[in-house]
């Protein structure tokens, strides 16, 4: 049983107008935004619903789009032992580049040491700036979090938003039908026609995803200002550097080492990569990444798996953006790190990071989680990077969507579920992923009830 989309032919193809693709739409409602916020701040300022709406739309829909994912592809294995070891090679390369992630950022800031000069004293700094932050990271134990997957009832877990214990009942529930076998066949049947239903519900949000870009755009340069983006410059800049370092060189390494390109697939994500650009929130693409991994021939229990793991265990932005921010503001306040001790607050950053979500603020949170357990560095010192961290958000969110990307991918191939014509197809032919950005309501379904295939046309 499978769900299977449509390849467009080339003629349909070329009769697509430019204005009609997703990521010409979002790219000019971040302009928009952009240039709303700069002239009219104020009513910048007043659109903060139109973003908050959209995030919260695309939540609505992202515990259904996981759970029914996970469930079908599990059940779809048929071998649980496939799912124990797709789970087990995620984990690796979860912790490996996670490590990496953390590493890179430590040595940048090394190297680059952009708070070194500034002189600050710590006692100078509001801490009352940050308190919502660090107040949120006292939750953030290691018991918690653990204690914080097991759902209260089934149920709870599509409705209280937490990705982890939708994984949780999903693979759960996935495994119940793999072992109940024939008698379960009508329900996993059922579940794959819900899917198509949902997957089209994700198509019809992703319409207003232009309005949402929009608004968050105008709301973050309206309140902050452009004056904003050159604050705190070297930090910021050296941020961005470290990121597009991380991307182009690491996970351009490792997609060249597995047969694709890193910058195809960006170019294959770009509405996406927009989206979350514009909202400063990776969850907002996560349906649309999920969807786009399948077509451009992943497995689908792989990409299930996979994907909404990333969104807790593999945040490279993240823990780029912890070790460098933790050295900025210790170079800031004239505080000396030896090497013992930034190996402490890689250690803690390795555990604290874990379970961030890719929401707008987490990183934050995170990072106050970590300065409280290393004692060395003052977790007041957060409040001198508190007024560009909206812009460094962005870059944490392009960067953690892009790793699970190509975490999906590398898993796929090492499970040999990987279509690899497939993928060289797709990503080679910007035709064919931009219309799959836009051209769902041409899609036709047809249900074979003899093979109960599920397959569109």
Known sequence: MAVRPRVPDVQTLAAVPFYRHLYVQVLVAIAAGVLLGHFWPTTGEALKPLGDGFIKLVKMIIAPVIFLTVVTGIAGMRELAAVGRVAAKAMAYFLFFSTLALVVGLVVANVVQPGAGMNIDPATLD?????????????????????????????????????????????????????????????????????????????????????????????????????????????????YFTSLLFVVVVLGAVAWAHGFSIFKLIAYLKAELLLVLGTSSSEAALPSLIGKLERAGCDKGVVGLVVPTGYSFNLDGTNIYMTLAALFIAQATGIELSWGEQAALLGVAMLSSKGAAGVTGAGFITLAATLSIVPSVPVAGMALILGVDRFMSECRSLTNFIGN?????????????????????????????DAETIDEDDALVTIDEDEALVTVN
């Open 405 to 433: 990307a190509v975490a999906a991918i590398v898993v796929a191939r090492w499970e040999g579920k990987l279509d690899r014509a497939r993928l060289t197809e797709t990503l080679n032919d910007r035709r064919v992923s």
């Open 127 to 239: 801490a009352g700036a940050i308190n919502d932050y660090t107040a949120k990271a006292q939750d953030s134990t290691i018991t918690a979090f653990l204690l914080a997957i097991i759902p209260t009832t089934m149920v709870s877990s599509l409705t209280d938003g937490s990705i982890l214990q939708t994984l949780f009942v999903g693979i759960l529930f996935g495994v119940s039908l793999s072992l109940v076998g024939k008698p379960a066949e009508p329900v996993l049947a059922m579940l794959e026609r819900l899917t198509l239903v949902v997957f089209r519900l994700v198509g019809i949000l992703m319409k207003v995803a232009p309005i949402g870009a929009f608004g968050a755009m105008a709301f973050t340069i309206g309140k902050y200002g452009a004056g904003s983006l050159v604050n705190l410059g070297a930090l910021v800049a050296t941020f």
